[in-house]
């Protein structure tokens, strides 16, 4: 055990000076510095080991020979390399120069051993060996030249080795010498080649490991795709993300799983980014397999893929693409939210601007009228009205003043129900003697507008668990509303319909009626029909039909509206008989807006006109008579005066 404690403690500071002495260009790079070390390493072993051995040497054979010394010079290269490696860090040139050492040294010690006969050449075959192990194609090259060269030198070198001195072995005994020595080299480099190869390896599994643990972590979709599209790769989130293995979506998989009007798209990215490597992002239509684990349930998701450019691993192979593919569903859903809480907030703005208007409108005539009349009252004038003219000023004054409460008063009435305020104080009530009296109270108003109130189902009691107040208020209001848009010679009628559990009271009018465009709109607050609908004779704030709204949701009813333009309106609003629950500080009553069909015009009478000079005063003549109620029409009392 303290062995082992003394071999790893003896790597650790080993492995510690390898890595000072590294070239900075590849300590990033773990498959090129692992070749780097196993260099240094061998290397420097080599010539620690002829610098320990060359003082006996030099002991044992003196003064050495011209070969000698070049032997001894060849077994400095590498030594050199070593240097030139941790200098520069061209593995290549390293290799070079120290293939070309120790080819020197086997070229001088054939010749030293018998020339071509010396079992040392066969020392030239390890040097190439040496060189593959390295992993580099260009040092090989160089080591097979510089052995190549190696062999002819010994070859054909008798005339510069005559003379030189030999060692006196047999051929028995060198050659097993030279190739064990040879075959222990290989095997020692191909060992160190293994045991780094092993761990850098080992190195390689544990990152692709570790990138498996990542992209499986990550819940977007990593895909490699080469030029035309293809998937090459695709990470194990695509079984959460699509519903389906990674191996469904290789070739075509994915593009077959994305919508068919975005494929061009999807592809073109592609291609772009593997041509020009600047990165694109291309959103699309995804279809998802039924095993797609989503809590919406949704089969065609937005996504966004996001694809960049990386170089072949080999000099020369065509660059990938590699995309990261996210769900922006969710974000395009609060986009849109948010568009139409901006497009709703625009509209509120521009809604309450013409709520300001209209409202100062209101305030602004009655006010000039007030102060007008009462200037007029309060001058020098005065004393030369009449008391018919001073009365009849004062009742304008009243008047305005009286609209002006009714405006602040339907404004108190909104801003109380939309705050959940309304003191809603439910109790049994004749909602038939109820609607009698909000008849009552339009009455003059709509004799003043030429208009017949008539009154339906309300002879009898109806009994209703309601807030009197604010029933009366929905009634003067759906009347109020009835009678301002009827034109003279009009017709309105109101009437109660029991409907079992439920109470419906129904206005109907011969009105102006309402224009198909406006009827989505009806009880948006301030919100006033206009154009080809509502020709009002004078304006209003637009809250009247809001409030009916907001009192008839304290009660838990409902808003049916039936409506054309030109043909009138009907309007039914349904209570439950008992309201004690009712909904107080809840929403608005849901208003369902329908076009009323259009009834057949009738066809006015045409007058006949009798041939000329029976144009007279008097009884028109039978046979005119006869020729009339022929064609079926009425005939003009008058008569040719004779």
């Keep these: 055990m303290s062995v082992l404690r003394i071999y790893t403690a003896l790597t650790s500071l080993v492995d510690a000076r390898l890595a000072g002495l590294v070239h900075e260009s590849v300590i990033d790079d773990p498959g090129v510095r692992f070749r780097h070390e196993r260099f240094l390493v061998s290397r420097l072993a080599t010539g620690a080991v002829m610098m320990a051995a060359l003082p006996p040497y030099l002991l044992w054979r003196g003064v050495p020979s011209g070969i000698e010394t070049l032997a001894i010079a060849s077994l400095f290269l590498p030594l050199f390399a070593a240097l030139l490696l941790s200098r520069t860090g061209s593995l290549w040139a390293a290799h070079a120069l120290s293939s070309a050492g120790l080819t020197g040294l086997v070229v001088c010690v054939a010749g030293m051993t018998g020339g071509p006969s010396s079992a040392a050449a066969i020392w030239l075959v390890a040097i190439p060996l040496e060189a593959v192990v390295s992993g580099s194609r260009r040092a090989t090259a160089a080591a097979a030249a510089i052995a190549t060269l190696g062999a002819l030198a010994v070859a054909f070198g008798g005339a510069w080795t005559a003379g030189a001195p030999t060692v006196g072995w047999s051929a028995q005994v060198a050659m097993p010498v030279f190739a064990i020595t040879a075959i222990g080299h290989v095997a020692a480099q191909a060992l160190e080649h293994m045991r780094n190869e092993g761990k850098w390896?080992?190195?390689?599994?544990?990152?692709?490991?570790?990138?498996?643990m990542l992209l499986s972590a990550i819940d977007d979709l990593v895909t490699w795709h080469d030029r035309n599209g293809r998937v090459l790769e695709a990470s194990a989130s695509a079984a959460r993300f699509v519903g389906t293995e990674a191996q469904r979506l290789r070739g075509h998989g994915l593009l077959d799983r994305v919508h068919v009007a975005d494929r061009p798209a999807f592809l073109q990215a592609i291609s772009d980014v593997a041509a020009t490597g600047r990165p694109a992002t291309v959103p699309f239509r995804l279809h998802l397999e039924p095993g797609a684990d989503r809590d919406d349930g949704a089969r065609v998701i937005h996504a966004e893929m996001r694809a960049h450019r990386i170089a072949g691993e080999e000099a020369g192979s065509p660059p990938s693409v590699v995309a990261v593919t996210r769900d922006v569903s969710e974000h395009r859903r609060h986009a849109a939210e948010l568009e139409r809480a901006r497009a709703e907030a625009e509209r509120a703005d521009a809604v309450k601007s013409r709520f300001l208007a209209n409202v100062s409108h209101e305030l602004r005539t009655p006010l000039n009228a007030i102060i007008g009349f009462s200037e007029v009252l309060a001058g020098e004038g005065a004393v030369v009205l009449g008391p018919e003219r001073a009365r009849e000023y004062a009742g304008i004054i009243g008047a305005s003043g009286q609209h002006l409460l009714d405006v602040v008063n339907t404004l108190l009435d909104m801003s109380r129900i939309q705050s959940g305020n309304f003191d809603y104080q439910p109790e049994t009530i004749d909602a038939a003697a109820l609607l009698r009296t909000c008849c009552d109270l339009m009455q003059l108003k709509a004799d003043a507008a030429g208009v017949s109130l008539v009154r339906a189902g309300c002879a009898q009691a109806v009994e209703i668990t309601a807030d009197p107040r604010a029933c009366r208020q929905m009634m003067i209001n759906l009347i109020s509303n009835a009678v301002k848009f009827t034109g003279s010679g009009g017709r309105i009628e109101v009437a109660l319909r029991p409907r079992g559990q439920q109470l419906e009271i129904v206005v109907t009018d011969t009105g102006i009626g309402i224009r198909e465009a406006d009827l989505p709109h009806l009880g948006t607050p301030f919100f006033q029909a206009g154009g080809g609908g509502y020709k009002r004779a004078h304006e209003?704030?637009?809250?009247?039909?809001?409030?009916?709204?907001?009192?008839?949701?304290?009660?838990?009813?409902?808003?049916?509206?039936?409506?054309?333009?030109?043909?009138?309106?009907?309007?039914?609003?349904?209570?439950?008989?008992?309201?004690?629950?009712?909904n107080p500080g809840g929403a608005p009553a849901p208003i369902t807006a329908t076009v009323r069909s259009r009834m057949p015009a009738r066809a006015e009478p045409a007058l006949v006109r009798l041939p000329l000079g029976l144009f007279e005063t008097g009884p028109a003549p039978a046979e005119a008579i006869g020729l009339a109620e022929a064609v079926g029409r009425p005939v003009s009392p008058l008569r040719r005066v004779g």
């Design 201 to 212: 390896r080992a190195r390689m599994r544990d990152n692709e490991a570790r990138d498996r």
């Design 540 to 582: 209003g704030t637009g809250l009247g039909l809001s409030v009916v709204q907001g009192l008839v949701g304290l009660h838990g009813g409902t808003i049916a509206i039936e409506s054309a333009e030109g043909e009138g309106t009907t309007i039914t609003v349904t209570l439950p008989r008992d309201c004690r629950r009712g």
